[in-house]
């Protein structure tokens, strides 16, 4: 899971980013609103924590921006301001949940837990169903009707982009940042070479689900029904 850190406390950062790493978050740090944007704007989070107020840039400012353009990401608001008002600002500005400080991190993981099993995405130990597959991320095991077969880690990160959206098509830059990483010095021909590797899995294990090209745009998983 790629989680994007925005807070300008630096002490409370570290904190965070030891803690999350201890739970195999991969995680971006970013301490400025202006720089938040433009890492928000890049699409290639699963997760974004962010600070209300921040220099250069407040944080609601910050996601109305985003949400503006189009980014969809979910994202929990830290803050120390826990008003009422302040909450539903928060909520009603496009956040999809608010954590006030100080907090446990028990409680941070837990509306992390929340909002990734409402939005379909992956966690280390969980086993998802699709069609006529199974994957198992904590094992990046995948088996179909024909057989079973272990995936490399950035083979099983790009099975998750998709199965996190099937019959939804992807850009190529979205896919590459989400899988490499939005600064990730990475050629666009490393993303074709791992869809061929990623289409010979499925055929491998027998299945009928689909890795199909849009051309122009990008890649969409197609489960049949």
Same mark, same amino acid.
């Given at each position: ?20 790493? /201890? ?11 202006? $720089? ?15 600070? @209300? ?11 109305? /921006? ?19 008002? $302040? ?29 990734? +099993? +409402?939005?379909? /995405?992956?966690?280390?130990? $969980? ?6 597959? !199974? ?7 995948? /088996? ?5 077969? +272990? ?5 099983? @990160? ?12 992807? @850009? ?26 990623? +289409? ?6 027998? !299945? !009928? ?17």
């Amino acid at each position: 899971m790629n989680l994007l850190l925005i807070e300008d406390d630096e002490n409370l950062c570290d904190t965070l980013l030891f803690q999350l790493k /201890k739970e195999h978050f991969h995680v971006t740090v970013c301490h400025d609103g202006r $720089d938040a944007l433009e890492l928000f704007l890049q699409d290639a989070y699963d997760l974004i924590l962010l600070d @209300r107020m921040l220099p250069t840039m407040n944080g609601l400012l910050v996601l109305k /921006k985003a949400r503006d353009a189009g980014i969809r990401t979910p994202v929990i608001i830290i803050t120390a301001l826990g008003e009422l008002y $302040d909450r539903i600002e928060g909520l009603d500005g496009g956040a999809d949940d608010y954590i006030v400080k100080p907090f446990a991190f028990e409680e941070l993981l837990a509306r992390i837990r929340s909002i990734f +099993r +409402r939005t379909g /995405k992956f966690l280390e130990q $969980d086993i998802r169903s699709i069609g006529d597959l !199974s994957y198992d991320a904590a094992l990046r095991e995948l /088996k179909g009707p024909s057989g079973q077969i +272990r995936l490399s880690g950035r083979e099983s @990160r790009l099975l998750e982009v998709f199965l996190s959206e099937t019959n939804t098509t992807l @850009r190529r830059m979205t896919i590459l940042s989400r899988v490499w990483g939005a600064d990730a010095p990475v050629e666009e021909s490393n993303l074709d070479t791992y869809i061929h590797f990623l +289409r010979k899995r499925l055929a491998f294990v027998g !299945s !009928s689900v689909n890795l199909e090209t849009v051309r122009g745009v990008g890649y969409r998983m197609e489960v049949p029904k």
